[in-house]
Structure formats: C-alpha cells, structure tokens
C-alpha cells in the first residue's frame, strides 16, 4: 500500500530519513513528526551538529579513527602502549572494547573487510598503512578483531600473510563471543576477557 501525505515537504523529509540504515518509513515518519513538535532551537542545533560534523569531522592520520583533529585522542595519549596495534573493521569497534577498560594499546581501522562479492579489496582498506606501520620497528603485536565471518576470516589472513616476513606477534581475540558489525553488543566483561584471552593467529588458524 502506498502511503499518501498531506504534504510534499514531509514526503521529501521521510524519503531522506528512511535511506538511514535500519530506518523504514513507518520509523522515519514518527521521527519527522516529533521534530515538528519540537520548537525551532532544537531542531536547528539537530541539523546544525550532523552538517558541522560532516564538514569538519577528520580522520586520524596514524590509525584512521574519527577525531576532532589530525591525531585521534587515543594515538596521542603516552600512556598508552605504543607496541600493540589492535586491528578492528570500524570506529564502533573501537569504542565498544574501549569501553572494556581491557585493553591500552593503539588501534587501526581498517574501514570494512575484504568482500569480493561486495567489490571490496585490500586496496579499498586501509591494510597498506597498516603494514606500514609495522615495519617501523616499534611494533611488538598485532592483535586481529575483527568479524568471524568468511570475509573476516579472509582479511585475518591476508593481513597475517603480509606481515609474516615482520616476524611481528599476530594474535587474535578469543572466539565465541558476538563481534565485527556485533561486537558493540558484546557485554563488555566478555569482550574484556575475549582481548586479555587472546590467542596466537597461527594457533587459532590451525584450529
């Protein structure tokens, strides 16, 4: 049945809300309706954040997270273990094992997995700059977090592959817990116990 609406101007609103991942238009309808009810200040400072963050959100040059400026947080702060790499698909995996309070090394983001079907290569992921980085000789592990999918598992190993001749410690983060598009949902005592249980890729490849 095709929805009719008493104005183009909504129309246009919900058609622009439910291209929103997880959004169909029953949902993006309710969501046009309640800014409507909202006075003009709240809406403007809605619109006004997603338009500021469009324009001048940055990526971090060491390790690709979302940052304010040229060096994310994290990548900036001494305390951290500098030696430790851990490799995850996107910025909402690093924020779910963050929140563990587990882990205190550095991450990189890779921006998804390798997916044939999907036109997705190495050369579309940020694997280059990963190598890169450790080949500069400061780098003790590399930890491997990423989804326990077929396309996952490919990206481990390619990565695995090419940092092999690094003679670098590839681990991954113990198994038979929710990750990669789900680890965000991993209860953190989990998720925290999945990184400090890690186990060595070649080991778990075996397996």
Do not use: W
């Not at 919900?14 to 309706?33: C, D, M, Q, S, Y």
């Not at 001494?78 to 690093?94: F, G, H, L, Q």
């Not at 587990?102 to 991450?107: A, D, P, R, V």
């Not at 999918?149 to 390619?158: A, H, Q, W």
């Amino acid at each position: 049945m095709i929805q009719k609406y008493p104005s183009v101007l909504l129309e246009n609103a919900v058609n622009e809300f439910a291209k929103l991942p997880g959004i169909g238009r029953k949902t993006a309808l309710r969501l046009i309706l309640y800014l409507l009810r909202q006075d003009d200040a709240m809406v403007n400072n809605f619109s006004h954040s997603l338009i500021k963050l469009k324009q001048e959100v940055k990526y971090c040059s060491v390790c690709h997270n979302i940052s304010d400026g040229n060096i994310c947080p994290i990548c900036s702060d001494k305390s951290r273990d500098a030696s430790t790499i851990c490799v995850v698909e996107n910025i909402k995996e690093v924020m779910a094992i963050e929140n563990t309070m587990q882990y205190k090394g550095l991450y990189h983001v890779l921006g998804g997995i390798i997916s044939p079907i999907d036109g997705i290569g190495p050369a579309d992921l940020e694997i280059d700059s990963l190598i890169e980085r450790a080949g500069r000789g400061n780098i003790k592990e590399i930890i491997l977090a990423l989804s326990t999918t077929m396309e996952g598992d490919t990206t481990n190993f390619y990565i695995y592959k090419k940092l092999a001749p690094l003679n670098i410690k590839v681990s991954m983060i113990a198994r038979g817990i929710s990750i990669g598009d789900e680890i965000e949902y991993a209860d953190e005592v989990t998720l925290g116990r999945s990184i400090l249980n890690r186990t060595l890729f070649n080991e778990s490849y075996r397996m």
